[in-house]
């Protein structure tokens, strides 16, 4: 069925794989298929194995080798990557436009026909160690994953993406290719297409290409993370600079509340100058490097964590400003005129970023993967216009009251 102003169209393959498809009028065509799958979906004895699946799909099929498989879309120009989150991983390629059957054959080739060969992933084995041994040397990045860590302690969401260098040793092809077999199912993907193309060529091409797909359907399941004891620790590991993070769980991606958090996130530590924390602990007061506030909405429950990076004598006082300003907001509602400006600037930010194509190209997939219908930037500002003052107080209340879990590392 086509978007009622015709600028999306949604299909279904028989086989229940979903499309997303959007008809621009640019020179670039952003191709992906975005898998219901993630390091949540792994076993304990095989963490990090989703990941490594991202690392390895291009490293041979029944047809092409590795360096077929890298240089398909290259010699054109294009590019094919992937990324792993802890509910999702995306498979995509951006090329010339003009090269749609192209990146279409070659996915669904990946997808059907992976054979990870032993001696490939036994060399992306050391990659991928490699990965891991550097980000823990990054406390700035490692301090959220033993953050999450502990607050999702007891659930499938506290390891870590990447997994342990001992976990990735022990993942084998055999592995890869049953974790592909039991997700990368029609049913359980979204296959997006921005193109020229227009959408009865690029669904023709689709269909050609991916109606050979026929796995039974996932047999996935998730449970929701119990709430982990609330927590307040501070790790020695002999740096320059303390890593805090202040946490407080939340509510699943589609909660109404979503809004005002967005809104209540963006104003405390968004990626703006202007945002309050950035203001007060930077800018006024010169306690911190850095300070951000950000949020992860899942399918069943979510976080919001403020990070901050200063010297350790200042710990004490940035939590503090933390606390005092989440309570002030829970309080009372801001008043009409700055709650205003707070919805218009993120709103702003929203339309800005939009401006991507194959960022805007992914979220076609993701939001068809998680809402089942598209929900471009349009309907965002609706919704964001219809948020209250009131409703941002209340979502501050709720996370004032839960901020229960903090890490220190310094």
Not at 157 to 179: M, Y
Not at 237 to 260: C, L, S, Y
Request: charge should be negative; aromatic fraction near 8%; hydrophobic fraction near 35%.
């Amino acid at each position: 069925m086509l978007h009622k102003d015709n600028q999306y169209f949604i299909h279904s393959l028989p086989n229940g794989l979903r499309i997303a498809g959007c008809r621009t009028d640019g020179n670039v065509t952003y191709i992906g298929v975005a898998v219901n799958a993630g390091s949540r979906d792994e076993s304990s004895e095989h963490f990090g194995l989703a990941h490594f699946v991202e690392h390895t799909i291009f490293k041979g099929t029944l047809r092409r080798r590795s360096w077929h498989i890298s240089n398909r879309m290259e010699t054109v120009g294009g590019e094919l990557n992937a990324y792993t989150s802890k509910e999702e991983t995306v498979v995509y390629t951006n090329a010339p436009a003009g090269n749609e059957e192209r990146a279409l054959e070659l996915l669904a080739d990946l997808i059907a026909n992976a054979t990870f060969p032993t001696r490939e992933i036994d060399r992306e084995r050391e990659v991928i160690i490699e990965e891991i041994n550097s980000y823990l040397d990054s406390p700035a990045d490692s301090v959220y994953d033993e953050f999450e860590e502990m607050a999702y302690r007891g659930s499938a969401l506290a390891h870590n993406i990447l997994g342990t260098p001992e976990s990735v040793r022990g993942i084998a092809s055999a592995d890869c290719r049953a974790f592909l077999d039991r997700f990368y199912t029609p049913s359980n993907m979204v296959l997006y297409i921005s193109s020229p193309l227009a959408p009865e060529k690029a669904l023709k091409l689709i269909t050609k290409h991916f109606s050979q797909l026929h796995f039974p359907k996932s047999a996935g399941q998730r449970e929701v993370p119990p709430l982990a004891p609330p927590f307040d620790i501070e790790l020695n590991r002999d740096g320059h600079q303390a890593h805090t993070i202040v946490g407080a769980r939340t509510f699943a991606r589609t909660d109404p509340r979503r809004f005002p958090l967005f809104l209540l996130n963006n104003y405390l530590g968004g990626p703006c100058m202007n945002s309050v924390l950035n203001q007060e602990m930077r800018d006024r007061r010169g306690l911190v490097y850095t300070v951000d506030s950000s949020v992860s909405l899942l399918s069943d429950t979510g976080m919001m964590m403020i990070y901050f990076g200063s010297d350790r004598a200042s710990v004490k006082k940035c939590r503090t400003i933390i606390r005092n300003r989440l309570d002030a907001l829970a309080s009372s509602p801001l008043n009409a005129r700055l709650f205003d400006s707070i919805r218009n600037q993120y709103i702003g930010q929203l339309i800005v970023s939009s401006d991507n194509r194959e960022s805007s190209a992914m979220s076609l997939a993701k939001s068809l993967l998680y809402y089942d219908k598209i929900r471009d930037v349009r309907i965002m500002a609706e919704e964001l216009r219809a948020t209250t003052a009131e409703e941002m107080r209340c979502v501050a209340e709720t996370v004032a009251s839960n901020l229960h879990y903090i890490l220190t590392l310094c």
